[in-house]
């Protein structure tokens, strides 16, 4: 069984950091893209960023030049540095991944969120 599990989540200050990790376990044979969204209360679930294998990296507009997403592929896992943080970085965050499982398709995993509280 597939799971990714996040790490890194917490308390921090305005423009603090924070570094997220989220680590694949499970049989599988390969991740294609890996990324975070995020879900403030009362709002959306919205993509933050992601990373392809060949670590081609895309940015939501509001986390670009703050966050910077990375991969080991050794390590099946993905990390989010985050600097400079703000109030409304405030979120519950979310890995995702794309993995080839034994139906030998790509299926999309979540995982089960930690909880980003930047206080001003």
């Known amino acids: 069984q597939v799971q990714l599990v996040e790490s890194g989540g917490g308390l921090v200050q305005a423009g603090g950091s924070l570094r997220l990790s989220c680590a694949a376990s499970?049989?599988?044979?390969?991740?294609?893209?890996m990324g975070w969204s995020r879900q403030a209360p009362g709002k959306q679930r919205e993509l933050v960023a992601s990373?392809?294998?060949?670590?081609?990296?895309n940015y939501a507009d509001s986390v670009k030049g703050r966050f910077t997403i990375s991969r080991d592929n050794a390590k099946n896992t993905v990390y989010l540095q985050m600097n400079s943080l703000k109030p409304e970085d405030t979120a519950v965050y979310y890995c995702n991944a794309e993995i080839l499982g034994s139906e030998l398709k790509y299926r999309g995993y979540w995982g089960q969120g930690t909880q980003v509280t930047v206080s001003s």
């Open positions: 499970g049989s599988f044979f390969s991740i294609n893209t």
């Open positions: 990373i392809t294998r060949g670590a081609s990296t």
